[in-house]
């Protein structure tokens, strides 16, 4: 680290590093047997009704946690943590930027995080050749890896990356806007960025100055949309929140679809509840981390809570709603999703075949009838364009399908897995100031101890959840889920790849630990 930087914060950055391997050590994942019964409905309001400092009006959260995610021990740590950061802040004003070497910047801020877990792996996408400060390959990006899902087809033909819309939202003083969009073009099997459009840097093509500039921008937001939407909205605050509370409010822990459910909207609510307090408050990581202040971040969470579209959960819809069905050039990841996808969904198919012998009992089903009024009440902007125009067996194994998906696969892509790309800052930079500089260590440090907190060990996919069954033959179904779990695992070992792909082997069975 600069040896600029004030021995008072390097005591601070200490003790925080100290404390998040600390709850990391302490966090072993959970055991999930059979739903114990809930005792009352949960309440469905605006966050910001429940939480004074977090004043969201159209995301919508829950008014308690119930009785058996209420942990206490977890609660008091979190309060602690709390306390904590206003007795010893993690950010200080005015220190000095980043070791200009990324490699030493990153090898000093996860030094404490070595031991009991691992440092980040470069990812082939952003290696540059050993060129430090070089922009990333924005093309490879675009298809494999996390910021893959933004690329779309827009109604002109032309392939985007387009984050224009959070321009919108205020942002630091000093930092640059990240209102941005980028055009690529295909060349053969790979695609090239070729144009980007920005605020900050007007329109710029690849042999312009302000091309690598603009490169990081786009990175930048994309990095952002990532980690504040895709993550944290749309898989937790909305995934998360919305499916355990209807189901909670309105399937018995005796129904089957309540069981084929449990493993994955297990502890979602108690989740939030840490969260919501560490991350979406002034003081927490993302007004912090980030280039929105906090202001800028609630009113952009509420207006992207409003444009959630439900098929981003089914790899082949989202395909097709982003218009890249006929595309002709490669894209690894979207294959990769696929597989994961298809296999979630047989055992979602076979389940539902098995407890219902028709759409029409499906139908008959009053419990079902009115937990699926609710859910697409809560989603916002309904279920139907995953389930179909009327409620169907095949319907209805998409769209649980879909919820598991992104607790399993897309939790992994969006969280978990940037443990390896945003630690290169240089290249995926958390925000960009206008005067050229890199982050400052305060920033950056917060960065990384916020994606340490991402890496805590969860329930595994690669386990037997036929505990949480009926009956022997509903066991029989989640021992088969996990059969061809593996199966897919054995296929993904023959043929290595990088950080890109996710495998059974390295995913957990839910977002929640
Ligand atoms: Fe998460």
């Known amino acids: 680290m600069a040896t600029s930087v004030p021995i008072g914060w390097r005591a601070r950055r200490s003790f925080w590093s100290r404390w ?125 890896g996390p910021y893959s899902l933004f690329l779309e087809r827009d109604p002109a033909g032309t392939l985007r990356w387009d984050f224009h819309e959070m321009g919108r939202f205020e942002h630091h003083p000093g930092l640059c806007n990240l209102g941005v969009g980028v055009e690529f073009t295909e060349a053969g ?11 900050a840097h007007g329109s710029v093509g690849c042999d312009d100055a302000e091309w690598e500039r603009s490169v990081l921008l786009a990175a930048c937001a994309a990095t952002t949309h990532l980690a504040l939407t895709r993550h944290y909205l749309d898989v937790h605050l909305i995934g998360g929140d919305h499916w355990a509370v209807a189901t909670r409010n309105h399937l018995p822990p005796d129904h089957p679809v309540y069981r084929l459910l449990w493993p994955h909207i297990y502890n979602s609510l108690y989740t939030i509840h840490g969260t919501l307090r560490t991350q979406v408050l002034p003081e927490g990581d993302f007004a912090n981390v980030f280039s929105f202040t906090h202001d800028g971040l609630i009113a952009y969470l509420d207006e992207m809570y409003g444009r959630y579209d439900v098929r981003i959960t089914d790899p082949a819809a989202d395909r097709a709603r982003r218009g890249l069905d006929d ?89 978990t897995t940037l443990w390896d790309y945003v630690p290169w800052a240089d290249r995926l930079p958390p925000r960009l100031p206008i005067d050229g500089t890199r982050p400052p260590v305060d920033v950056y440090q917060r960065m990384i101890n916020n994606n340490f907190a991402l890496q805590i060990r969860r329930a595994p996919l690669l386990a037997d959840y036929g505990a949480v069954a009926l009956d022997p033959q509903g066991a029989a179904m989640f021992s088969r889920f996990h059969a061809e779990c593996v199966d897919l695992q054995e296929r993904y070992d023959r043929a290595p790849a990088g950080p890109w792909r996710m495998e059974p082997k390295n995913l957990e069975i839910g977002m929640n630990g």
């Open 20 to 144: 998040q391997a600390l709850r990391f050590s302490l966090n072993k994942p959970q055991t999930i047997g059979p739903p114990k019964p809930d005792g009352g409905a949960i309440g469905e309001l605006p966050i910001g009704r429940v939480h004074r400092r977090i004043p969201l009006e159209q995301v919508r959260g829950y008014d308690r946690l119930p009785k058996d995610e209420a942990r206490l021990g977890m609660r008091v740590i979190t309060a602690i943590g709390l306390w904590l950061a206003r007795v010893v802040p993690q950010m200080k004003p005015g220190l000095p930027e980043i070791d200009e070497d990324i490699a030493e910047a990153v090898d000093d801020a996860v030094a404490r995080y070595r031991k009991g877990f691992r440092a980040p792996v470069l990812p082939a996408e952003l290696d540059t050749g050993g060129n430090q400060g070089r922009p990333p390959d924005l093309a490879a990006l675009a298809v494999r």
């Open 327 to 415: 595309a002709g050039f490669e894209q690894p990841s979207h294959e990769n999703l696929l597989e994961l996808s298809e296999v979630i969904n047989a055992h979602t198919r076979r389940y539902l075949h098995h407890y219902f012998t028709s759409d029409d009992a499906l139908r008959a089903d009053d419990d079902v009838a009115a937990w699926m009024d609710d859910l697409d009440g809560l989603i916002p902007n309904g279920v139907g364009a995953l389930l179909g125009p009327t409620l169907t067996l095949d319907g209805l194994a998409r769209l649980i399908g879909g919820h598991l998906y992104e607790g399993i696969v897309i939790h992994d892509l969006v969280g």
């Open 189 to 199: 099997a790979a695609l090239q960025a070729t144009r980007i459009d920005s605020e």
